[in-house]
């Protein structure tokens, strides 16, 4: 069975830096394309950034503040996150999306 689960959120100033994990179960993450998104409340979710081996694309609410990343021999996936704003407060989730398959979220608060 094909599961993610995300880990690392939480509440932080503004300016501060988390870092998010996405681990997979029931499958590697080796070879797969693999992303992360948030929703806020309120608003459709949003496509953060994608991986897919070498190759790394954001969006631009993130490009240069965010970075994608994988550790194939731990099967996960990061997300580190600096500079935070109160605007990125949203639940974050990761995808493999060669397989549909998503996590089911982890929450970060950016509040002072």
């Known amino acids: 069975h094909a599961q993610l689960v995300e880990s690392g959120g939480g509440l932080v100033q503004p300016g501060g830096s988390l870092r998010l994990a996405c681990t997979a179960s029931?499958?590697?993450?080796?070879?797969?394309?693999v992303s992360w998104h948030r929703q806020a409340p309120g608003k459709e979710r949003e496509l953060l950034a994608t991986?897919?081996?070498?190759?790394?694309n954001y969006a631009d609410s993130v490009k240069g503040r965010f970075t994608i990343s994988r550790d194939n021999a731990k099967n996960t996936v990061y997300l580190q996150m600096t500079s935070l704003k109160p605007d990125d407060t949203a639940v974050y989730y990761c995808?493999?999306?060669?397989?549909?398959?998503w996590g089911q979220g982890t929450q970060v608060t950016v509040s002072s």
């Open positions: 991986n897919a081996g070498v190759f790394s």
């Open positions: 029931g499958f590697t993450f080796s070879g797969q394309v």
């Open positions: 995808k493999c999306d060669t397989r549909g398959v």
